[in-house]
Each structure stands twice: as C-alpha cells, then as structure tokens.
C-alpha cells in the first residue's frame, strides 16, 4: 500500500526563518494533503496539490509535487511560534480513497 | 468545511472496559472515517463507516475490537471495546469533501487506558 513519509521527523528553527518539510510515497495518487496538528489536537487541512499540479501557494505556505520522483514539499516562510505543530502530509490514491498519513514532522520555532 | 464535534474530548479507563466515542457533523455526509493516532505516531484508518450499511474496517482491525454504528448521516460512533493499555491512543474522526477529497478532522478523544 501507499504510504507517505515526511523527513525530517524533527525540525527546530527560529521564529523568521523557513521551514522546508518534505514527503514521499510509493504508488500513484490523486491528490496529495498536507494537515497541521497541534499538541495532539483534530487535524487542520492547509493545502492540496492534485497529481497534474506542480506547485501551489497559500500565504506563507508554498507546496511543491514532483510525480516522477513521488515527493513533495511543504515551506512555510518567515515562520512563526504559532506554526510550532506536527506536520503531515497524506495521499489518496486515483480513485480519490486510500486516505494515507505519513509519521510526520514535528516542527518547532524558537521565539 | 464540516464542524466536527467528539465525545469525551478525553477519558481515563481501566482494562477491560469498553469505551463508546461519539461523533456529530454539522452537515449530512456519506462516508466518515475513525483514525487512531496512537502516541507519537501518526494516524492510521480504522474504518469507513457508511449510513446504511456495515463499517468496513482496514487490515488489523476487527468488528469485535471496534463496533462502529452509523445510525444517520449526521452521527457515528465508535466503541473501543475489552481495553488494554495498547488502546491509549487519540481517536479521531474525519468526513470528506466529496468535490475536493479534503478530510475533516474532529478534535479528538484522547484515551488512557490504565
């Protein structure tokens, strides 16, 4: 089966700095998803990027996807304490099912 | 967007017990799904819970362990049944946008078992 996985599984940076989060998986999707979660609380959905996309951008967040290589990445610019979270990406397959998170990365950014 | 409501938001329970989770959308929706996040992992499927028809469950998880019912197209729940301490996880459940594959997440319930 499908399975996204992030790396770095940690990231520490100072608050005004970017944060690049990347994600890979292993068959072909629909679309891919990326989700914040914070202090173990319901996910929130930021972003989604469909297989025939290459880049998408909402506010601060900038998410690439690159099909040939089965990856993408997730930047959000001149972070902030709030952004402190973990962060997942996850993947459906072409029938738009097989919902699939990946570990995911937990971020933090240093006031 | 869906709002998602659960209930407990949390709960402490002891092994052997069941526990029974409830799940409430704002809007009548097809398909809801329950995911377990168990500590410091991410979040795996549990099941798809249609109205009107049998939860159907991922490898790995049985009908026996978690009894789901889906009454209306508005509610689920999700019972934890026999507890061991390997249940402490957060369950959460989720409906999807139809149009965009975008999932709704509920807030959690985050389980103890002791």
């Known amino acids: 089966s499908q399975q996204g996985e992030e790396d770095p599984q940690a990231l520490s940076i100072q608050e005004g700095e970017n944060a690049t989060m990347n994600c890979s998986y292993k068959?072909?999707?629909?679309?891919l998803q990326w989700y914040r979660q914070n202090s173990g609380r319901g996910l929130v959905h930021l972003i989604l990027?469909?297989?025939?996309?290459r880049e998408k951008h909402s506010g601060r967040l900038r998410v690439t996807l690159d099909t040939s290589k089965k990856s993408s990445s997730l930047l959000i610019t001149a972070s902030r304490a709030a952004d402190t979270a973990s962060y997942f990406c996850?993947?459906?397959?072409?029938?738009?099912?097989?919902?699939?998170f990946g570990p995911g990365t937990r971020l933090s950014v240093l006031p | 967007s869906a709002v998602i409501s659960q209930k407990p938001s949390r709960d402490i329970c002891q092994r052997g017990t069941s526990l029974t989770i409830q799940c409430q959308v704002d809007?009548?929706?097809?398909?809801m799904f329950w995911y377990r996040q168990q500590p410091g992992q991410s979040l795996t499927l549990i099941a798809t819970?249609?109205?009107?028809?049998?939860?159907?469950?991922e490898s790995g998880f049985v009908i026996d362990k978690f009894p789901i019912s889906r009454p209306n197209l508005t509610f689920s729940t999700l019972t934890v049944s026999n507890m061991s301490p390997e249940d402490s996880s957060i369950y959460l459940c989720?409906?999807?946008?139809?149009?965009?594959?975008?999932?709704?997440f509920g807030p959690g319930t985050r389980l103890t078992v002791l």
């Open positions: 989720s409906v999807g946008s139809g149009r965009t594959n975008e999932q709704f």
């Open positions: 068959t072909s999707i629909n679309n």
């Open positions: 990027i469909r297989s025939n996309e």
């Open positions: 996850a993947t459906t397959n072409n029938y738009g099912q097989n919902f699939v």
């Open positions: 809007s009548q929706v097809t398909m």
């Open positions: 819970a249609n109205q009107g028809s049998e939860a159907t469950y």
